[in-house]
Each structure stands twice: as C-alpha cells, then as structure tokens.
C-alpha cells in the first residue's frame, strides 16, 4: 500500500509538504500541488479515512446544508448548479460531500449534531431560512462554515451581485423605452433586500417612478404564487409595461396567466427573469434575464471552506462577490417615443 513517505521519496518533497499538498492546504504553491497529486496518482494513492481522522483530526468530509421551501430538492436548476460546482471543486481539493439534515433514519438530531455525527470538517450553507435557531447554531459553532447568498457574522458568504444584477435589467429595460416597470419579488431574505434596493436605486438614477401597487410579493421558485401577482398587475387600471420576475421558473406562471388574459410576449407585456437557467433561453421568445455564475460561486466556495478548514488559525472569513451577466432575449418590446 502507497503513504505519503513513499510519495516523498519519490518527489523529493518531505512528508510535511506533501501531506499539505494533498490535503490542499494554500501553503503549497498550485504547480507543486499538482506535481505531488500527480505522482499520487501515478502510484496508486489512497489515503486511509480513518487513519487519516486519528492523525490530522480532519475526516476530508464536507457537509451541505440544503433545505427548499419550495421542496424541490436538487430539481433547483440555479441551486443545483451551484451545489454541482461546489461538489466538482471539493472532490477536485480532496473532499467527500455529506447533506445535511435534521434526522437519520428515526434518530432526531440538529444541523450541529448531524455535522458531528458525520465528522464534518466544515459545511456549506444555501438555501435555508437563516433566522431558523438550528441554523444559527450551526454558524454560531466551532465548524468551519460557508454561506452562500447570505451574510453572517464571521462566516464567509459567497455573494451573488444583486444589486447589479438588478441594475443592469432596469438599465435594459429603460433603454427599451420603458417607464412603467413592476417588479415582482421573493420572500424577505437578504437577497431579495439587496434586488429592491438596486431596482428603486436605479429606477431613482433614471427618474423613473414607481408606484407601491408595481411592487408585488411572491415566492422563489414558485409559478402560482408569480402568477397571482401577475393578475393583479394586470388587472390595474394603469398596468406596467413591463414586468420583473423574481427567478425564470417562477416567471413561467407569469406567462400562463398573460396568456390566459389573451396576452402576448413582448407585443402586449414585455417581462424579464433571473438567474439565466437553461429553460430561459429554450422559451420562445427567449427570455430577457440575468446569468448568475453558479460555476463561481460554487467553485469559491468550496475553495474558501477548504482553506478555513486547512489554515484555521490564518484564515480569515471575508465576503466575495460574483458578477453574472445580462442575457438579452427577445421578451422586451421596443417603445418608440
């Protein structure tokens, strides 16, 4: 059986460095990282789990703490997107993937206590209700944590930009033409907090004036409660031009009610979506809508959570934001004036 002091032999490298290097410490520059992987590689390397848990105190596990609302599970194209990066990355620096949840089998247990049933090394967080006591005891605790579109205390968060994001839809739109913009939101989370800031911050910027009654709650990922908001819209004496969607799923129950209110996109409604899932651009007309980089954040998460794990005593949690881009499709009718 391969260990590491024959790896050492064979590169030249000590034991220190090479054990780092295959641990994925960022004490070791990339090219030799990837010169001592390979020759693992070449010979056969297999670390021993549990020997490697009685050594270093660190089982190369990492948990991911995923709880939809909406129950749809890792049918979430924009979360499962970003879970699949985090993943790639993660086998990529040496590190298996645990879900985490509130039981095993008829056991209850807390996020906490599953991540240390599971030896945990750390845990990634998205999609969750953040003000939920079990999660807040989760980032709150000794486990090195990542959340990703939210911001807590000294955890690192992974951000999507927002703010931007929204602004460059509204920039879009206005430039269409349009002055009668609605927007429908998600529930009250931070990231919706940060869209309806950059949406009347821009619409300010462009003197554009936005009544109460354009401003409609709905959920994330959910059709019927997009399409409820979208009758009311419609239905107002003075209707929009164009409408705000809060991500490209929920959108689609947009679309059924405009079309059941004898509609068409864009001639008659113009829309837009979020988040840039592949059902966006197979719609006809395409859709109008913003690409968050889910390979980013994904990928900078499981980067950051390694290094908070590896360099514990260094490490320090930051914030990183991720740009995406505008999609342009062809769910915005020109107005001329």
Not at 175 to 183: L, P
Request: charged letters at 20%; hydrophobic letters at 35%; a negative charge.
């Amino acid at each position: 059986m391969v260990t590491i002091k024959d790896i050492s032999k064979k590169t030249g490298y000590s034991t220190s460095t090479v054990s780092k290097a295959l641990n994925g410490s960022s004490e070791i520059g990339e090219e030799t990282t990837e010169l001592i992987r390979k020759m693992a590689s070449e010979m056969g390397y297999l670390p021993n789990a549990a020997a490697r848990l009685l050594k270093t105190n660190r089982s190369n596990n990492l948990g991911v703490l995923f709880v939809d609302e909406m129950q749809s599970g890792l049918g979430h194209e924009y979360f499962s997107a970003v879970l699949n990066s985090f993943k790639v990355e993660a086998e990529r620096l040496g590190y298996d993937i645990t879900f985490i949840s509130h039981n095993i089998g008829n056991m209850p247990m807390s996020y906490y206590e599953h991540c240390k049933y599971r030896n945990c090394d750390g845990v990634v967080i998205a999609c969750v209700d953040f003000n939920d006591p079990a999660v807040i005891e989760l980032m709150q605790s000794e486990i090195p944590t990542v959340t990703i579109d939210h911001i807590y205390n000294d955890c690192t968060a992974i951000l999507s930009d927002n703010l931007n994001g929204v602004k460059d839809l509204v920039h879009h739109i206005y430039d269409n033409g349009h002055r009668k913009i609605a927007f429908i939101h998600g529930e009250n989370t931070s990231v919706t907090q940060r869209r309806l800031a950059g949406f009347y911050k821009t619409c300010n910027k462009l003197n554009i004036e936005v009544p109460d009654y354009y401003i409609k709650q709905a959920r994330y990922h959910d059709p019927t409660s997009s399409a409820l908001a979208t009758r009311e819209l419609l239905q107002l004496p003075d209707p929009p031009t164009c409408i705000m969607y809060p991500d490209d799923f929920s959108f689609i129950g947009g679309m059924n009610e405009i079309e059941k209110q004898g509609l068409s996109i864009p001639d008659d409604i113009s829309v837009t979506g979020y988040d840039g899932i592949y059902l966006s651009q197979v719609l006809r007309p395409t859709l109008s809508t913003y690409k968050q980089n889910t390979e980013a954040l994904g990928k900078e998460a499981a980067i950051n959570l390694v290094n908070a794990i590896v360099d514990k005593k260094t490490y320090i949690p930051k914030q990183i934001w991720i740009e995406g881009k505008l999609l342009v499709g062809n769910s915005i009718k020109k107005i001329e004036f």
